[in-house]
Every structure is written in C-alpha cells, then in structure tokens.
C-alpha cells in the first residue's frame, strides 16, 4: 500500500488518516509492527515527519521488521533532525567510556543499529547532568552546524522549582558571569573581557507549599545560567546545593527544559516541541524514576 500527503504530516497522523482509523490504539501499532519504508528506508517512529513528495509503502501483511526501542522518548524527527527528551542524572555527552553512558552516546548507538549504520547523530547543545528535558540532535555536520550558527532564533522554555518566592511575580535578571579556574563554579560579577554577559526572564506560575513554580525564558544560554540567576535572586533551584539551595533535599535538580521552537534549518518550517513536567518534579525527596 502506498500513501501520500501534501502538507508536512507525522507518519502516526498519515497512517490514522489514509487508513480511516478510529482507534488510536490500533494505529500506533499498525505503525510500530507492520514494513513501513519512506524513501526506501524503514521507519517505525509514529513521530516521524513524512514530506509533500515522500514514497512512503506500508505493508501489513508481511513479516514486520525489529522493532528496536529508542533509549529515551522521541518528540519530533525528519531526515535532518531529532528531538528527545533527556533525563535526569545522566550526562549529556560522556568523554571516553563514558561516552557510551551519555544521552549522546545512547541515542546514537540507537541511531547506528536502527538504519545499520547508515546514518549518524551530532549533538547541538547541552543540558547539565541533572537537568531534564528536550534536546536536538542533527543528522548532518552541515545541520549541526546550521542550528548552532542560528541558535539565537531558538526559544527555550524552562521550568524552575525554587525555595522562597521571587520579590516580583514576573522580571529579567542580567549579570556578567564568571567561571572558578579551579572550582569551575559559575558566578555573577563585574564587567571583564572574560565574562559573559547572560539575561534571564522568568514568571511565576504557581506556588508549591513552600516553593515557587517559575517559567524561565532564556535571552542568552550561558553555562550555569539559570541557576546562577535565580540563586542571585535569592530562590535557588531545589536540589541545586552547589548553589545555595538546601541540602535536605538532594539532586534531581528541579529544572525542565520543557519546551524548543525554531526555524528547521532546511525547510524553514516553525519546528516546536514540549513534554509535561515529570510526576516527581513536583516532589521534592522522590526521584523521576520512581514513577516511570
């Protein structure tokens, strides 16, 4: 069977459409377990974005191809770029062995064995070891190179939770910040060629007994950011001691880099994703785990 579309459509959205499909449930699986190949490759991501132009042959009949399972939750993908969501505590680029223990090295592990090598993954940008939420990840140096060259057309929303309360319910924080040669702690300070001048806008979204929900936007994207910021103002992240928060309640860090919108880099189409916070996010002293 073939199918067609003319607009950008996921092939979840094509399959449930060309097959008149009421049940969700039915398509997803048609989706997962039946031979599906766009352009000649085998795709079985339900979130894969199928193309104006695009041959895409699904067959239910014959023997379905291994389903292999991403390593971390897949929000958006095309034949350019992915996005995922990373957890918490794990790093999002290892060096050596320890490469292959990082969300970088997972996916692309995932990635080799999925297309039998033929394609690869270069990471973007980063999110620290106990930040959850959304990553992209390019299929192509020149992709790669294209989203960093362009990275300021990237809106980055985050969720922060944090002790106390802002003075202000809503307002823009801006510091020069500095890097510790020997601790490598970040910090505010004045104005010198080695610094890097960071602003941050954050809202309040609700209160949380004792602690304080807040919207982070980012102007800049500098190491330590938000954390520096809101440490700054007087409400450190829970869980982010190593800026001032208490150190009854332990990491994760309650920061969410919840939601990504930017121009695709070839297409130029408005390319956004977002996830829900984690069930645990919420309460401090559990662990996102411990509710998958």
């Known amino acids: 069977m073939k199918l067609h579309t003319d607009k950008p459509i996921s092939l979840f959205d094509l399959v449930m459409g060309q ?3 009421g049940s969700k ?3 997803k699986k048609i989706v997962e377990y039946s031979t599906i190949h766009i352009n000649g490759k085998a795709i079985n991501n339900p979130r894969y974005m199928v193309n104006p132009g695009d041959e895409v042959t699904l067959e239910r009949e014959g023997k379905p191809i291994r389903k292999i399972k991403a390593p971390f939750p897949i929000l958006y993908e095309d034949d350019d770029l992915l996005i995922a969501q990373k957890p918490a505590g794990i790093l999002t680029h290892g060096v050596g062995d320890d490469n292959w223990k990082s969300f970088f090295g997972m996916m692309a ?4 064995e999925i297309t039998n090598g033929k394609e ?3 990471i973007v940008h980063r999110l620290d070891r106990e930040v959850t939420g959304l990553l992209i990840l390019a299929k192509s140096e020149k992709v790669q190179e294209q989203l960093k060259n362009n990275w300021k057309s990237v809106e980055k929303y985050y969720y ?3 002790e106390h309360a802002p003075k202000d319910p809503e307002g823009t924080i801006e510091s020069w910040l500095h890097e510790h040669p020997v601790s490598l702690k970040v910090y505010s300070g004045s104005e010198s060629p080695n610094a890097k001048f960071a602003k941050t806008h954050y809202r309040t979204i609700s209160q949380e007994g004792k602690y304080t929900l807040l919207e982070i936007k980012l102007d800049t994207g500098r190491k330590n950011q938000i954390r520096v910021h809101l440490a700054d103002m007087g409400c450190p992240i829970v869980g982010d001691y190593r800026y001032g928060a208490s150190a ?4 994760q860090i309650r920061l969410c880099a919840f939601s990504l919108s930017f121009p695709h880099p070839i297409t130029g189409e408005i390319i956004s994703a977002e996830v829900k916070l984690p069930k645990s996010f919420l309460r401090p002293g559990d662990t996102e785990e411990a509710y998958k």
Do not use: P
């Open 19 to 21: 097959l008149n499909l």
């Open 109 to 112: 592990s995932y990635t080799k």
């Open 248 to 251: 009854e309640i332990k990491r």
């Open 160 to 162: 922060a939770l944090v």
């Open 25 to 27: 449930t039915k398509g």
């Open 120 to 122: 690869r993954i270069f």
